[in-house]
């Protein structure tokens, strides 16, 4: 009778313990499933933990390369494309540097020729008003006014602005949106590639947008 109390003690201990270590199990993905991350990428919330690693990369997934170009392009143009998402940098008659960027999303996209008509490293950002009220209205996230440049600013390690408009070319330390159509108009390359464009382009240099 003894030898039977104690078996079932001992069974009544496992179940115990199971069922304490399937609640913990449980809590524990019900508590993961409800973190959530805002992404300046995509101006949406993300479920589960904010990726840390990823947004130290400055390299991107598209490797930039030398291809011909039609020759009517003098050495120095930036032609965009946003359906095909890359940017060409021409270096002489008939040749040009092509990066992958991304572009702005369905109702973010535009087109026109303006020029370069200023230049920043590690450049601050200022969101534009309007962005500011659409991204409260979407999401309740209140954007600040002023984010300082560094590592962790949504435009990375350069920009190159263009024209009088609100747009820029500029870095990101979130490459993994590279070769998507995902912004606010802006175009983006991963930190690598931009530094490597802005040492390349002039003040006055010829921007071409096409769609």
């Given at each position: 009778?003894?030898?039977?109390?104690?078996?079932?003690?001992?069974?009544?201990?496992?179940?115990?313990?199971?069922?304490?270590?399937?609640?913990?199990?449980?809590?524990?993905?019900?508590?993961?499933?409800?973190?959530?991350?805002?992404?300046?990428?995509?101006?949406?919330?993300?479920?589960?933990?904010?990726?840390?690693?990823?947004?130290?990369?400055?390299k991107s997934p598209i490797r930039k390369r030398s291809?011909?170009?039609?020759?009517?392009?003098?050495?120095?143009?930036?032609?965009?494309?946003?359906?095909?998402?890359?940017?060409?940098?021409?270096?002489?008659?008939?040749?040009?540097?092509?990066?992958?960027?991304?572009?702005?999303?369905?109702?973010?996209?535009?087109?026109?020729?303006?020029?370069?008509?200023?230049?920043?490293?590690?450049?601050?950002?200022?969101?534009?008003?309007?962005?500011?009220?659409?991204?409260?209205?979407?999401?309740?996230?209140k954007l600040k006014s002023f984010y300082a440049g560094?590592?962790?600013?949504?435009?990375?390690?350069?920009?190159?602005?263009?024209?009088?408009?609100?747009?820029?070319?500029?870095?990101?330390?979130?490459?993994?949106?590279?070769?998507?159509?995902?912004?606010?108009?802006?175009?983006?390359?991963?930190?690598?590639?931009?530094?490597?464009?802005?040492?390349?382009?002039?003040?006055?240099?010829?921007?071409?947008?096409?769609?």
């Open positions: 009778m003894k030898y039977t109390n104690r078996i079932s003690r001992l069974t009544m201990t496992i179940i115990a313990a199971a069922f304490t270590t399937t609640f913990m199990q449980t809590a524990a993905v019900s508590a993961k499933s409800r973190e959530q991350w805002y992404d300046y990428a995509e101006m949406r919330w993300r479920k589960g933990s904010k990726p840390v690693r990823r947004y130290r990369s400055n291809v011909r170009i039609d020759k009517k392009y003098t050495a120095g143009t930036i032609i965009i494309d946003t359906g095909e998402r890359r940017l060409y940098y021409v270096t002489k008659s008939g040749r040009a540097i092509k990066y992958g960027v991304g572009v702005g999303r369905d109702g973010f996209q535009w087109s026109g020729k303006h020029n370069v008509t200023r230049k920043a490293e590690w450049p601050d950002w200022r969101p534009p008003a309007e962005m500011i009220t659409r991204v409260k209205k979407q999401t309740g996230v560094g590592p962790d600013n949504p435009l990375g390690a350069r920009a190159m602005y263009i024209g009088s408009t609100i747009y820029r070319i500029h870095g990101t330390n979130q490459p993994w949106t590279i070769g998507k159509a995902m912004s606010s108009g802006c175009i983006r390359m991963a930190n690598d590639d931009v530094s490597d464009l802005y040492q390349r382009v002039k003040v006055g240099s010829r921007v071409i947008v096409r769609k």
